[in-house]
């Protein structure tokens, strides 16, 4: 019998045990806190679980994410440092993120933020709109997630440019790479989103390095990790006009205190880190693929590297 324990202090405990059962229905199911005996547990699928859980699972073979991202894991400081963790790769939660991707670009590009102002003094006036084949937006990554938002927005008219850590090639987006990829792309890019993993190189990169390469009145999404920006320089930018508008998801800290500035400023939307939900009933086939991958000895495409940091 192989067991699995979930332990995630926000995601649906019910619709996981039904989705897995539906998957694979050898699997044992148990949640934190109701483990049982722990010495049982082959796998853990967890969600921010309580530091020194994984470490008291002595038989425990790999750690399941419930994130594309594994900082919530690695957290841990009692984390053993050669369990393997496998990452949630997912195509329903990449195309969650891509739509918030296109919402957010198209909320600035079709002046919603503009027109919202207008509506709240009685004002019937027109902005006009850019034309999009002459507009450029830039994805910082081309992962899974980064490679849906840069193919839907190509999809809709916009030049695509990317960038990752290595060179890509991907049909229809301009692929830029490295250190020095990253300031030719923002040069260019009225619209930046950020599907970054957040790794040693990527903390802080929405800095003012980054915001005064961009065109003066650009627009930035961020749907990855709050740590990807830095606060001050987001609102330096936005409120020296060099930047036009961000969309955020994501926040340094979470919940985003009361008291901050980006609740109130004009040019701030947000969310409350809601762009991609991991749906139990998708995301269960990814978590089965992988356990049976594992007890089959095969290699596992959606293993974290320690190495590089995602
Ligand atoms: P992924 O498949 O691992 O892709 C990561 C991409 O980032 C790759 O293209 C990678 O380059 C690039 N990259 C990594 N480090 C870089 C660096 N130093 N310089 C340039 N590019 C770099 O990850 P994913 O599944 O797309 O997920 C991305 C992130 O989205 C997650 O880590 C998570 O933080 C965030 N996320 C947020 C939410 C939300 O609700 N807000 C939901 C899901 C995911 P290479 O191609 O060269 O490897």
């Not at 503009?114 to 937006?137: G, I, N």
């Not at 205190?257 to 980006?262: G, K, N, Q, T, V």
Request: proline fraction near 7%.
């Amino acid at each position: 019998m192989t067991t699995i324990l979930m332990a995630s202090h926000q995601d649906p405990v019910d619709l996981w045990r039904d989705a897995l059962a539906m998957e694979m229905p050898e699997l044992e199911f148990r949640a934190h806190p109701d483990g049982g005996n722990l010495a049982e547990i082959d796998y853990a699928l967890v969600y921010w679980a309580p530091h020194g859980l994984i470490a008291s699972l002595p038989n425990v073979k790999a750690v399941l994410s419930i994130a594309a991202g594994c900082d919530h894991i690695l957290a841990d400081p009692q984390l053993p440092p050669q369990l393997p963790i496998v990452r949630m790769v997912d195509d329903f939660l990449a195309a969650m993120m891509a739509e918030y991707a296109v919402y957010g670009v198209l909320h600035f590009h079709r002046d919603m933020h503009y027109y919202r102002r207008e509506q709240l003094q009685s004002q019937w006036s027109r902005a006009w709109p850019l034309y999009t084949p002459d507009t450029l937006v830039g994805i910082l990554g081309l992962g899974a997630i980064g490679g849906d938002c840069a193919r839907k927005l190509g999809a809709l008219g916009f030049q695509v440019h990317g960038w990752s850590r290595s060179p890509k090639s991907m049909e229809g987006v301009i692929c830029h790479h490295g250190p020095d990829g990253l300031l030719e792309m923002a040069r260019q890019c009225r619209y930046l989103v950020c599907v970054l993993p957040l790794t040693g190189e990527t903390r802080g990169i929405i800095n003012e390095r980054l915001i005064s390469a961009m065109p003066k009145g650009g627009f930035i999404i961020n749907i990855a990790r709050g740590g990807h920006q830095v606060d001050d320089d987001l609102l330096a930018g936005l409120d020296s006009g060099q930047l036009g508008g961000v969309f955020l998801d994501v926040f340094n800290q979470e919940p985003l205190p009361s008291e901050h500035p980006f609740w109130q400023h004009e040019k701030v939307w947000l969310t409350p880190h809601v762009a991609g939900e991991l749906m139990p009933r998708s995301c269960a086939k990814s978590v089965a693929a992988n356990i049976r991958r594992i007890e089959a000895d095969e290699p596992v495409p959606d293993l974290f590297d320690k190495e590089r940091g995602y």
